[in-house]
Every structure is written in structure tokens, then in C-alpha cells.
């Protein structure tokens, strides 16, 4: 029952939302649901310390029957970052997301990502994870057009259908995998992979239909499009929440089939994974140079990001992993907080265009300490989270003797940094230019839950550089779970209550 | 005693963050009251200075870091006590300088913030014991130097070289980060004592040209050596104090310093003293040359900065004890003289306005105490008896001449060098302060009276402390000789002395002087060569080469993330098939044998024939249709198709929904047909045959892959147990409703929620769209 509240406590707030037409109590409702699965996600982390693996029947149903639940470190890490981040967008959003919106179920839909999210997370039956990556693809298609503006519509027209081809994919690759194996479970699949591993190279073209889908997911090199094309266009609170969660859990997938079924045949996987992750981190830092949108800048950087993660994953070593679970957190905070900022700046000035931005720094210094925080986070300088990020990923790549890639993912810092210097000098310090005349807001509007959660955001992202060492034990202890799929398939299949 | 220092370290930084909340408090004496913990600081140390002996050191241990094994413990021996008083010291006087300086600025505490934050960064830096620390010290002056160069931030100028700043920092530090991981792996200990007491050198190993180079790059863009000098001059907009701050004690030495805590773990090679020697080299004869041919007093000192890093640069490539010896007493010189002139150049700005030595004549009436400062400032730049620059200039010319092998070319540029550095000093000296009837007389803004002690007080106490130590160098000689002890590994007798007797480097000195006193004369004619020299060499103008070269990468990323992200839809949609597919076949060549399943396929019915042969004839027809409602009657009769093979192999649940789905998405396509633009064929002829094989290959594809699935015989445990189970546990007699409902309840509420999700976002589009055209109808009316 434990795992199944993370996708109970979200259904419940989609169903109250049906019921419930003002706005506010939707916004206070839904900050109190985020609270909920905030604190029951972080109610997980004792258990999972206890029990290693936390498994769920549903129904009832043993293990390669029905639909196992299954929640290792890694996933209860992954819930409990979401959780955060979905709590303080949540909070932001009751301000910054403009009332029609929240009216017509603006909350509605990000529980429905939530749900969705959440879902993935804790899966354990494949297609079971099919149906949940549809629930938040639905809910953040229409969150991203809601509104109906003509640059949202056609972002997210994008968005949906390259992402239905991702989709498309993955439920190719379920049908091939059960035809062939003739179980969804994801325990039951290792072990029989495992069994019949010199059929191996016969399930490739199954397994590579879905990790291409979750490249997709995961907007890696070269299936990112849809990410830049959309990222830009809803409202901030949306993009951030996207930002935060979406392809964190396309990422996550691949981290669970490479360690339960990718990893048999090593050679293939490993050199594809790990060059298609230098790849989106070069070409997604590249391309952030050229842009002048806020927003459009920190979308291609998550691109790059990725790719950090990705590499991690290659290395495929204790540290490695662990360096790419801890990275995926520290991206999570920094890129939504970034994301967080640009809102602001979009409320305050109406504009993200850097061309005519200017002067934020002097009109609001507060804002301009949050926005360096996560900028020089992302960028990966100390004390903040992304420096401890960069340096586990750089020592898991010397350690494992990929010293050309670990060079690689080093220099794209600097090329990070000078993004991220760019728009400080362009938003925060340099003058508006006088030809460019921006409409200002008439009256100065409230921000004080933006606010706050910006800061609780910023923070946090201190804190986890700061006192980086307990999550970097948590991660490796993870990271050792993922690289032992024994542990997990005789967790599920011999489960007993 | 020592202990302390953790604690003031700490409070530097806790200060820093708290200075916008004190500010309102204390407003003008936030300096001043700030001022106290540098002071704190440089009287522990000195403390620390006169008991140390010639062989400690002293650890001071802390269980708190980021990671463990980088806990932020803290080394003071002689290099880190000669480096932390320069900091701390010169860090009060600025500080009591600023409060004066900047009292007419606005955002004082962001000022005060960045300086005590990059105070804080710095002396953890060099009394850091541990590598990784030493190195998240070392990115934080990098990350504070660039607010502090940018605090001008309205001006382009101030943009453009704190940006320059920093990514050049950055980049050395990144350089440096990954030498130190190296360096980590290799040892297993970031522990800069471990390093020292196991005398553990990297020499040998493979990867030790990586780390050196790496080492060098960062010393080299910390240190502004040629060719990344050029972010210093730029380093300029910031405020006098900052220049000061900069230049005399903290951000470029900790290259020098680095190469020093280094040298017991990569330094003495072959490789290490020639690269140093060359760009040491380089850079000292170009920094003095460069600093002959400017105008304002603030460029001409950073042009003699550069020559002076060089120097010590180029003593640590030397690689003697007596160079080394030269190398750290050249950096107190330095200090304490660049300090003092930097502030000499803020009174002067401020009690005249300007900056030009050429504009600027007879100051010495206005501001008479700090000429007679700026006067033992500049002999000790000089390098003149009775100041320390004498000992200092002494010292190197010694270990130039004494340089193994190499004295033939080291000797000479030194010397260049140091002759223009004299010429530079009488210039300047002469230019501000000696009335000149030519010059039209300098008016002044505040005359010296009007001035705070606290403004005037650096200059003049640094101006002093040259003279004292130049005068009883020997207070010098034990803490040099623990330093020593720890840089070479072996101690040795130092003596420092103002007079050395007549000898070889007494000659030489007397002639660089000759040599200095001429170019002054004949500055005019030299000037102008140099200025036609300059203006030459700006064709090739550094920092405006690094950011067209910016430009260019600018440029060069958007012409090709334009042409990756170009924004047309079937491009995605093809990259995604066709890498798809390039991935399929790659790891389709890797099985070599291929066997057909053993059983065969099964022979085909004719009724499946027929079914499959109208299903097939409608895709063709489906492609060429004229018309949009033909296309999709078409793809309806797919569709029927479909459900009809369910139907055959008896799944007549299956085909029912199919016939179902078929048929609502047809009534819908016909219900919106009407709203649709005109069909119209836009794609031409070419591309729809490309189109058309990446079709058929992908459907050859997905056939092949379907195929090869039959060569694994399926195992039916699942289904097996549907079957079984679904009327004795499930209690249901349909087996399908039994898994949607039961086995796999939780796939089919997420279904519904995807439903739900969709039902309420149609409506709210369209909620959306009504609000919006009543809107427009309103503001019509």
C-alpha cells in the first residue's frame, strides 16, 4: 500500500478538482496535496534504508502476474526530488499562473504529471510504465497549450507529436518483448534475459525501439527537437515544472533497463550510451550559446545536462552511476529554480527577449542572488550543487579510465558558464537599452510565494553542495542496489508480505 | 593560537553574506568596522610568524567538507604565512581605504560583500591543506573577482572584461580541477601535507604531462602570463581599491603560489623549468616594455604587475634555492609597493579627477605626504637602496646569474626588464609630482587636508613597512627559510642583507640604473617607438581578438543550431526514424548466423490472402488519394482490415473494439473535415520519393524485426495463469475483463486518468477560445 498512496494521493486531487469550480480553493488544495506526497515520499527514505527494496502486489496479484510496484533507493531518491519540486512549483504557481488558467484546471493537469511522474518511478511491470509515461504525456500536452496562445499551440503540437512517436516506439517495443518473452514484469524479464542471454542480440531490436523512446523522453542527441521547439512557450510555472520533471524520468528509465536489461550486452550498450551522451552534452551546450531567449537558453541546456547524466551512466562503475543519480537531483532543483527566475523576470517585464531585458540586478537584487545561485549551480562552480555534480562525474570518468570523455564533460562546463554569464550580463546588469522601450506592468504585482519558493529552492541547492556527503553516500548505496539486479529480481518474484 | 584562524576564515565568509544586513546599521563605517577581522587575522599570523621555527608546520585539522576526505583543514608554514600577512594586511588597509574611496557609490554592501567574500576566498586559498579545498578557494576569487571587476556593471566596458576575467579564471580552473582529480586518483590523498610528508613526486608517471600542463594552464590565466596577460589590464574598470586589492597581494599571486605549494609534488622537471622560464620570461620583458607606452597611471601599473609575475614566474622556472629564495621575497616587494601605489593612484583620482600622467603636474603641492609615499613606492620598484625592491632586485639578478645553463638569455631580459622598470618609476614619479612649467597646472578637487587619515594611511604604511624591512631584511630570514624547507625539502642558512659588497650584481644594478636614467631622458624619442610598436601590435589587440573570437563561436552556433533545430517538422520525424533504424541494423550485423524458425511459417489461408491483399491495395491508394476524405476511407478500410485478422485467428473481443475505434475516429475525421484548410500537395516530387523508400524502409524494418521475434519460442506462463485463474480467483468469466479490471487494474485507472485528462482539456481549450472571442466582442462594442 505504501508505493500505491504516490499515485492515489495525485488521483485524488484530479478527482476533487472535477468536483470543485473556485480557483483558489484549487490552489490551496493543491498545495496541500504537494505537501502530502512531500511528506510521504520523504516518509519512504526510513523504510527503504530498512527493507533495501520496497515491493507492492497491486491487487494482490504475485509477482509476474499482476503489477509489481517496486521502489529501490534510486526510485524513492527520484520520488522524493519530485516531490520537492513539484511542492514548490506548486506554491509558485498559485501566483504566478494567472487565475483563468488555474480556473480552467491549470492544477488539474500538473497532479496529472505528477501522477504520471510518480507512476514511472515506482513501476515495475513494463507496460505499466507505458501507461503511466501516457498519463503525464496527456496531462503535459494540455497543460502546455492551455491557454491557447498562438506560440503555445504550436510548441506543443510539437511537443506531442514527436512524443507520440516516442510512445509509438515504446509500445512496439513492449509487444516484441512480451511475444518473445512472454512476461511484462521487469524482475521476471531480467532473470529470463539472463537465462537466455545467448538470445540476446535477438531482443536488441525490441529493447532498442524503447530506449530510443526513452531518448526521446529524455531529449538526448539526436532526438531532442521537441524540447527547444516548446520548452519556451507556456507559462513559467509550466515550463519549470516540465523543465523539473520530464526528462529526468525518460532518463530514469534508461538507468533501470540498462542496469536490469541493457547491461548483458555490454559492449553494444555502453559505447551508444556513452557517446550519445557526450554528443547532447557538446551539441546542447553549442546551441545554448546562439540563443537570446532566457527560456530558450536554459532548454538546450538541459539537453547538455542530460548528456552529464548519460555519461555517468556509461562509465557504468559504482561511481558512475552514483554520479549521474546525484547529478539528475542537483539538475532537477537547479534547472527548475532557473526556470523559476525567468518567470519573475517574465512577470516583471513582460519580455524574456535578453535584447531588451536589462537592469533586473539593480531593481531586485533578491531575485538576481537566486537566479546566480542556480546559474553557477548549473555551471557547476563550488560551493553549489552542480560542482559536486561535475566532480563526481569528472572522478567517475578518470576512475574508469575515460579521460578523453571526463576532459570533454569538463570544458562543456565552461561553455555552460559562459551561457549562464550571458544572461546575467544581459538581464542583470546591463542597462535597458534606451531604443527599446518594454511595457512595464502598471501596477507592481505581489510575489511573495514566488518568492519563497525560489528561495527554499535556492537553498536547498546550497545545502546539497554544502553538505554534499550523506547524498553522495545515499547515491552510491543506490548506485550499488542498481548494479546488483539479483537483489531486485528476488525481491519482487519471491515477495513475500 | 592558530586555531582561531579556522574560525576568522569562517567568519570572513558569514561576514561577507551578512554585510547588506549590517550595512543599514553602519552604514559609512562598514569599512572600517570590517577593517577589524583582516587586522585579527595579520596579528594572529604575525604571531604565529615569530614562533614559528625553520622546520614546523603547523595542521589545523576540521571534520567538516563537502565530501569526505576534503575536509576544509588548514597548513600554516613559512609560504603560507608570507602569503596570508600580504592578504590580510594589505586586505585591512584596503578596506580602511574603501570607506573613504567609495562613500560616494551606490550599492556599498554588495561592495562590501564581494570584497570580504574575496578576502575570505583568498586566505583560505593559500593556507588551504588540502587540494580540493585549495581549489574551491581558488574558484570562489575567480566568481568574486567577477562581481568585483563588473561592479561598474551599467558600463559595456565593465561587462566585456569582467566576463573576459572570468572565463579565463574559469578556464584555469577548470584545468586545475581536473589536475587535482588526477592528482587524487593517482596518490589517493588530496592532502597537501600527506603530499609533502611522503615526499610523493608524480614525475614518473604517465599521466604527469597531463597534470603539469594542466597545472601551468591554471597558474598561467591566474597569474595573467603571456598570452593570457590581457584580462588584466581589462581588470582595470574596476574601483582603484579593487585594482589595488588584485595586484599587490591576492587573485593574480595565486598562480605564483600555486606553482610554490606544487613544487614538492610536480615542480623540478625539465619540461616544468623551460615552460616556466618561457613564459616567465616572455612575460616580464613584455609587461615592462608595454607599461613605457601608456597614459593612465591605473594601466601603467597593471603593464608592471604583469612584468612582476613574470619575474616571479620565471624565478620559480629557474629552479634554485636561491631562485625560489628570490622568487618569494620578490612577491613581498611587489606587494607591498603595488599596493601602495594603487591607492596613490585612487587619492590622486580623487583629489584631481584624472588619471593621466601626462595631463597631471606638480601634485606635490596638493598632496605632499603621499608624494613622499609615492616616492619610496617607486624607488623600491625600482629596485633602489634603501627599500626592499633593492634586496628583491639584488636576489634575482643573483639567481639570474647563477641560472644553470640558461644565464645567457635569462640575464639579459631580466636586466631589459628591470631597466625599463626604472625608467617606468622616475617617468611616473617625475611626471605627477615635479612641477613642470610645459604642463598647464593641475587644479585640485580636495587637497590632502580634506582627506580621512583612514584614506591616506595604506599608501603611506606600506610606503614605510618597504622602507623597514628594506632597512632589517632580516626579520625576513627565518620564516623564508621554514617556506624553503617547505617548497625544496631541504632547509638552508638564509641571509638577507641590504648591502652585499662590491661585487658582480652590485655592477650590474649601478649600470641598470645608467641604462634607466638615459631612457628617461630620452623618453620622448623612446615613447614614440614604442607607441609606434603598440599601435602596431594592436592590430592583434588581445582582448578584442577574444571576443570576436567570441563572436565568431556565436556566430558559428547559431548559423548550425539553425540548422539542426531548423524547425521542420518532417525532419524530426525522419531523423528519428532513420537513426531508428541505423541503430537496428548496426547491432544486426553483429549476429552472424541467422536461422529461420525451425518450424517454418505456417501456411497462409486464402481468405487471409484476400483480406491482407485489399488491406495492402488500400495503403497504395491511401498515398495517392486526391482528396482528403478518399485518403482516410481508405485508412478506415485499413483499419477494418485489421480488425477482420483479429477475427480470423479469434480474438473476436479484440476486433470488436477494433471495428469500434475505427469507426468513431471516421465520424470524427468527417465531422472536422470541413473546418480543415484545402488539400493541397506542397511537397515536391523528390522529396516525396525520399519520403516514400524511408517509408518502406521502415516498414521492411519493423517487418524483419517482427519476423526474427518468431525465432524465440514465446513462453506462455502469464497467459497461462489468465487463463486458469480468471473464473476460480478472479471470479469473472471473460478473461479480458478479468486482467482490465483486476489483474492489471492499476494500467486501466491510468488509462482513464489519460482520458479523463484529454475530456478535460478539450473542454478547457475550448472554454478558453469562448472567453476569448466574448472578450474581443466587448472591446468591439
Known sequence: MILLAHILLPFTYILLALLIKKASIKSRLAVLFATFNLLWALALLPIVQFKDIIVVQVGGWAAPYGISLVADRFSVFMLIMTAIVFFLVTIYATQSVDKARRKSGHFFFTFGILMGVNGSFIAGDIFNLYVWYEVMLMSSFIL????????????????????????????????????????????????????????????????????????????LVPFFFWLPASYHTPPPAVSALLAGLLTKVGIYSLIRFYTLFLYHDAPFWNQLILWMGVLSMVIGVFAASSQFDFRKILSFHIISQVGYVVIGLGFYTVSGIAAAIFFLAHNMLSKTNAFLVAGWVKRQKGTLNLKTLG????????????????????AGLPPL?????????????????????????LFVGLFTLFSMVKIWLEVFWKDVPKDRVVKIPEKKRKSQYMLTASIIMAILIVAMGLWAQPIVTYCEQAAVDLLNPELYIDRVLNFSR | MGNILLLLIGLLFLVGVLVPFIYPVLKKRTGVVLSVLPLVIFIVLLLELLSIGSRESIILDSTWGFLSGMEFSYRLDGL????????????????????????????????YTYLTLFMGAMTGLVFADNLFVLFVFWELTSVASFFLIGFDHHLEKSRQASLQALLITAFGGLCLLFAIILTGNITGTYRISELINYSIHLGNHPHYYLILSLVLLAAITKSAQFPFHFWLPGAMQAPTPISAYLHSATMVNAGVFLLLRLYPVIGGTVAWKYLLILT??????????????????????????????GTMVLLIGIDTPNS?????????????????????????????????????????????VTAIAALLAVISMAGLPPMLGFVGKELVYEAQIQAPGISWIVLPLGVGANILMVAVSITVFYELFVFNKNKPATKFK????????????????????GLGLGMSPRFLENILSNALYYIQGHSMEIKLRLWHGFNQVLMLSIFTIFCGVAIFLFRKPVNRVISTFINWLDRYHLPTLFTSVINYYIYLASKNTRRIQHGYHRFYLLTFFLVTIALISLQQFRITEVTLPESGFSPVKWHVALLLFIASLSVIFAVFAKTRLSAILAMGVIGYGIGMLYLFYGAVDLAITQFLVETIIMIVFVMVIYYLPRFAILSSKTSRIRDGIISIAVGAFVTLIVLKAQLIKPDS???????ENSYTLAHGKNIINTILIDFRSLDTLGEMVVITMAAAGVFSLFRFQIQRLKKKEEKKE
Open chain 2, 324 to 368: 625560489i629564495k628570490a622568487a618569494i621575497v620578490f612577491f613581498i616587494v611587489h606587494g607591498l609597493y603595488k599596493g601602495g601605489l594603487f591607492m596613490i593612484a585612487g587619492i590622486i583620482d580623487k583629489s584631481t579627477g584624472s588619471r593621466d600622467i601626462y595631463e597631471l603636474n606638480g601634485l606635490f603641492r596638493g598632496i605632499p
Open chain 2, 717 to 723: 506462463r502469464v497467459s497461462d495463469f489468465f487463463v
Open chain 1, 385 to 409: 550543487s552542480g560542482f559536486i555534480g561535475k566532480y563526481l562525474i569528472i572522478k567517475a570518468g578518470i576512475e574508469a579510465n575515460y579521460i578523453v570523455v571526463a576532459l570533454i564533460a
Open chain 2, 80 to 111: 603560507s604565512i608570507i602569503f596570508g600577512l600580504l592578504i590580510s594586511g594589505i586586505g585591512f588597509l584596503i578596506l580602511l581605504f574603501s570607506s573613504y574611496y567609495m562613500a560616494k557609490y551606490d550599492r556599498q554592501p554588495h561592495f
Open chain 2, 280 to 309: 616567465g620570461g616572455i612575460t616580464m620583458f613584455l609587461g615592462a616594455f608595454l607599461s613605457m607606452g601608456q597614459r593612465d597611471l591605473k594601466r601603467i601599473l597593471a603593464f608592471t604587475t604583469i612584468s612582476a609575475l
Open chain 1, 144 to 219: 502546455m497549450s492551455l491557454g491557447g496562445e498562438r506560440a503555445q499551440m504550436e510548441g506543443s503540437i510539437k511537443y506531442l507529436i514527436l512524443n507520440l512517436i516516442s510512445a509509438l516506439f515504446f509500445v512496439s517495443g513492449v509487444g516484441l518483448l512480451y511475444g518473445n518473452l512472454g512476461t511484462l514484469n521487469m524482475a521476471d524479464l531480467s532473470a529470463i534475459i539472463s537465462e537466455k542471454s545467448h538470445m540476446l542480440t535477438h531482443l536488441n531490436p525490441a529493447l532498442i525501439l524503447m530506449v530510443v523512446s526513452f531518448a526521446i523522453k529524455g531529449a
Open chain 2, 446 to 465: 580636495y587637497h590632502e587636508r580634506q582627506f580621512p587619515v583612514t584614506f591616506l594611511a595604506g599608501a603611506v604604511l606600506l610606503a614605510i613597512l
Open chain 1, 359 to 378: 537592469e533586473v540586478y539593480k531593481e531586485s537584487p533578491v531575485w538576481g542572488v537566486l537566479f546566480f545561485i542556480s546559474a553557477f549551480s548549473l
